[in-house]
Nanobody, 124 residues
């Protein structure tokens, strides 16, 4: 069983940066691929980014590619989402998710474990 806790959200102005963290507890974090999703008010939860358990492969949605960077520190059981050049349309609750040894996972149904989310609000 993996438990995930997100942090780092907040209220920022357009163009600013934020770094989200997702701390994991449970065995074998290094064997889990991780994803970030977001859910804006009244909308479905959508994929943002993915990092393979090996740490050598990342994948991003087109809406964040070039602005967001996902990374992991297995020694700290933590994944990060560095968000630069934030836009008002990035406003959402951000969730991290975990899936055991997934090569590429972009659907909500691909993941077995979810955090509670952290709010990111970008003002114009």
């Amino acid at each position: 069983q993996v438990q995930l806790v997100e942090s780092g959200g907040g209220l920022v102005q357009a163009g600013a940066s934020l770094r989200l963290s997702c701390a994991a507890s449970g065995p074998s974090f290094g064997s889990y691929s991780m994803g970030w999703f977001r859910q804006a008010p009244g909308k479905e939860r959508v994929f943002v980014s993915f990092i393979r358990w090996t740490g050598d492969y990342t994948y991003y949605s087109d809406s964040v590619k070039g602005r967001f960077t996902m990374s992991r520190d297995n020694a700290k059981n933590t994944v990060y989402l560095q968000m630069n050049s934030l836009k008002p349309e990035d406003t959402a609750v951000y969730y991290c998710a975990a899936q055991f040894r997934s090569w590429h996972a972009v659907e909500k149904s691909d993941y077995d474990y979810w955090g509670q989310g952290t709010q990111v609000t970008v003002s114009s």
